[in-house]
Nanobody, 127 residues
Framework: QVQLVESGGGLVQAGGSLRLSCEASGRTLSVFHMAWFRQAPGLEREFVAAISWNGDSTYYTESKKGRFTISRDNAKNTLYLQMNSLESEDTAVYYC????????????????????WGQGTQVTVSS
């Protein structure tokens, strides 16, 4: 069992930046592949980015490439999402998630592959 707690969300103006964190407890984060998803009101949960257990492989939704960067610090048991050039369309609740099965490009964005989820952190981008 692992507990995930997101932080770092808030209100930011369009064009600004935020860094989200996801801290794990209960088990070491290093055994899990990790990802960020987001969900805006009235919309389905959307894949943002994923990273392999050792950080060697990363996957992004095409529209997030270049603006968002996923990273991890296994020594701190923490996952990060650096978000730059934020747009109003980025307004959503952001969730971190953990999985054990092998991480592939085809499955990285599929929520059903992820066993553990955090409670989410709200990001609001004002235009």
């Amino acid at each position: 069992q692992v507990q995930l707690v997101e932080s770092g969300g808030g209100l930011v103006q369009a064009g600004g930046s935020l860094r989200l964190s996801c801290e794990a407890s209960g088990r070491t984060l290093s055994v899990f592949h990790m990802a960020w998803f987001r969900q805006a009101p009235g919309l389905e949960r959307e894949f943002v980015a994923a990273i392999s257990w050792n950080g060697d492989s990363t996957y992004y939704t095409e529209s997030k490439k270049g603006r968002f960067t996923i990273s991890r610090d296994n020594a701190k048991n923490t996952l990060y999402l650096q978000m730059n050039s934020l747009e109003s369309e980025d307004t959503a609740v952001y969730y971190c998630a953990a999985r054990l099965p092998g991480l592939t490009a085809q499955s990285a964005g599929l929520p059903s592959y992820y066993y553990y989820w955090g409670q989410g952190t709200q990001v609001t981008v004002s235009s």
